[in-house]
Each structure stands twice: as structure tokens, then as C-alpha cells.
């Protein structure tokens, strides 16, 4: 599985830094470190909606450093 966040100058700004370092401590914390691959993404288009995050191409719009933990578990732990 691969996570890329967006670190573009408008996700930049919303906290694309944060939610880059939340993804790697659920990484680690939940010990995917051989399932996930985290990368950072020039801008992904949809920047009036960012933080912009894809995982395997599918788009998770509107990701805030609040927010990225549940959308982890709702999107990546449950489908496990
Ligand atoms: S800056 Fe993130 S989608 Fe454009």
C-alpha cells in the first residue's frame, strides 16, 4: 500500500507536515512498516481541498493533522 501526502505550497500550509508525521507514528504503532509505504507528493490538483492524500490512487481530500488518525483506521486498518 502506498500513501503519498501532498506537500504542495497550499497543503503545506494546512499541515501536510503534521499529517506526514502522524501517518509515520500509525505506522509504526501498528507495525505496517512492511504494508505502507509513506511518501511525500508534489501538488495532486486539488488543492482548495488539501491536506490531498492518495492511498494506491485513491484520493482522501480535506486530511487535517485532527482528522488523519480516524481516516487511517476507517481506510487502512479496517480493510486489513
Ligand atoms: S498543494 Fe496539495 S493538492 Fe495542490
Redesign the pocket.
Given at each position: 500500500m502506498e500513501i503519498r501526502v501532498?506537500i504542495?505550497?497550499?497543503?503545506?500550509l494546512r499541515g501536510?507536515y503534521e499529517v506526514i508525521e502522524k501517518l509515520k507514528k500509525l505506522v509504526a504503532d501498528n507495525a505496517l512498516e512492511g504494508k505502507v509505504n509513506l511518501a511525500a507528493s508534489f501538488?495532486?490538483?486539488?488543492?482548495g481541498t488539501?491536506?490531498?492524500v492518495t492511498c494506491d490512487g485513491e484520493f482522501w481530500e480535506g486530511v487535517t493533522p485532527e482528522t488523519v488518525e480516524a481516516i487511517f483506521a476507517e481506510k487502512v486498518l479496517h480493510t486489513k
Open positions: 501532498c504542495g505550497s497550499s497543503c503545506h501536510s501538488c495532486l490538483g486539488k488543492c488539501g491536506v490531498t
